[in-house]
């Protein structure tokens, strides 16, 4: 192994253990008495959760969700509960655009990293298509909620 292959394997690592974190012990796990909600789910790998939001004007106040599904849609949701609260909800789908970009190893020059912060660790999940799904279901479902939309929103 090289040095730069032994740095990615690092990485890599590094990566696995903050989704892992955050899959066993999911951030703002729970429900909001007030506010918004929206349901998603994920029929390719039966990821469902629901998502509680409350706006203030214009800004996430709080973030909460609740469900089961597979490490990288809880590790996925627990992360960018963290992520959004206190931002504006055009900020908040600005991030989701750097994130699709990301896991879909779609990122360009025209993409924003430096709004995902930690979220870069989701970076090796383009590598399986099938996973890209889990990784942004709780994304799709917070872009419901902003709207208000009463549709479930499902993956496929
Ligand atoms: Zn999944």
């Known amino acids: 192994m090289t040095r730069e292959e032994q740095q990615m394997s690092d990485l890599r690592a590094l990566?696995?253990?903050?989704?892992?974190?955050?899959s066993k012990a999911p951030r703002n796990f729970g429900k909001l008495a007030e506010g918004r909600h929206a349901e998603g789910f994920n029929p390719l790998c039966g990821d469902r959760l629901t998502l509680?939001?409350?706006?203030?004007?214009?800004?996430?106040?709080?973030a909460r969700f609740e469900?089961?599904?597979?490490?990288?849609s809880t590790a996925s949701a627990?992360?960018?509960?963290?992520?959004?609260?206190?931002k504006?909800?055009?900020d908040a789908e600005k991030i989701f655009e750097a994130f699709h970009d990301?896991?879909?190893?779609?990122?360009?020059?025209?993409?924003?990293?430096?709004?995902?912060?930690?979220?870069?660790v989701f970076a090796g999940v383009q590598?399986?298509?099938?996973r890209v799904k889990c990784?942004?279901?709780?994304?799709?479902?917070?872009k419901a909620a902003c709207h208000e939309s009463d549709a479930p929103v499902s993956t496929e």
């Open 127 to 130: 590598e399986y298509p099938t």
């Open 67 to 72: 469900g089961s599904g597979c490490a990288i």
């Open 88 to 90: 504006t909800i055009a």
């Open 78 to 86: 627990s992360m960018m509960t963290e992520m959004v609260k206190g």
């Open 15 to 22: 990566y696995q253990e903050v989704i892992l974190d955050h």
């Open 52 to 62: 509680y939001l409350n706006v203030d004007g214009d800004v996430v106040a709080d």
């Open 135 to 142: 990784a942004t279901l709780a994304w799709h479902t917070l």
């Open 102 to 120: 990301l896991v879909t190893g779609e990122a360009n020059e025209g993409s924003d990293e430096e709004l995902l912060g930690k979220l870069a």
